[in-house]
C-alpha cells in the first residue's frame, strides 16, 4: 500500500537492507509478504494480548504518511501504535538510546559495499547512536560481517553476506519497506551527465 499509493509505485519493494547495487547484495533474499492472517496466528502464538507500542518518526511528510499506513495495517491484526513525531534531534536521541518500541528511518549506502550498508546499522559492536539503532547482537550474523569484511574473493565474500542477509530476514531487526532510485532532472541541452551512484538506492525501514 505504502508503495503503490503514497509513492506512486516509483520505488522498488526491498528484500534487505542492500539495495540491487551494492556489492555483496543477494537477491536470493525472500522479502516479507503481506499476510494478515499469519500476523494474526504469530501474535496469538505468542501470548500477547492488547499490545500497545509507540513508532517514533521524524517530522517528515512522507513518513507520517506510512507512519499512519503502519498504524492502520498493525491494527488489523490487534496491535495498537500510537505515532510519536519528533524534531530531528530529539528523534536521533530517542532512537539512539533504544527507548522507542519501533522507528521509521531512511538508510542511504554512500559507499556501494555491504560492508558499510549492514555492519553500520546491524552489528553488534555498533549499538546506540553509532548506528545500530535496533541494538541487534547475533554472533553468527556479527562473525559473518567480520568474515566478510576481510575476505578477498569475491564469491566467498557475496556468500558470508547473503547468508546475514537470510539471518536478518529470519530475526527482522529491521524491516525493509522500499529502495528508491537516485534520479535527477536535466535540461536538454546538458550533455554529459552521469548520475551519482551515492544515495542508490535508497530505503526507508521500519526497526523494531
Known sequence: IIIESVLSGAVEKANSILGPGVVGYSKETAPFEYNPEEAKKLLEDSGYKDLSLTLVTSNNELRKQMAEIIQAQLKDIGINVKIEILEWAAFLSATGTGKSDLFMLGWSNSSGDADYGIGSVLHSSMKGSS????????????????????????????ELYAQAQNIMN??????????????????????????????????YKLSF
Open 170 to 203: 529470519e530475526e527482522v531487526p529491521v524491516l525493509p519497506i522500499y529502495f528508491m532510485p537516485a534520479s535527477a532532472g536535466i535540461r536538454e541541452e546538458v550533455k554529459g551527465f552521469v548520475q551519482s551512484p551515492i544515495n542508490n538506492p535508497t530505503f
Open 131 to 158: 548506528g545500530n539503532r535496533s541494538f541487534f547482537d547475533n554472533p553468527t550474523f556479527d562473525a559473518l560481517l567480520d568474515k566478510g569484511k576481510v575476505e578477498l574473493d569475491p564469491i566467498k565474500r557475496s
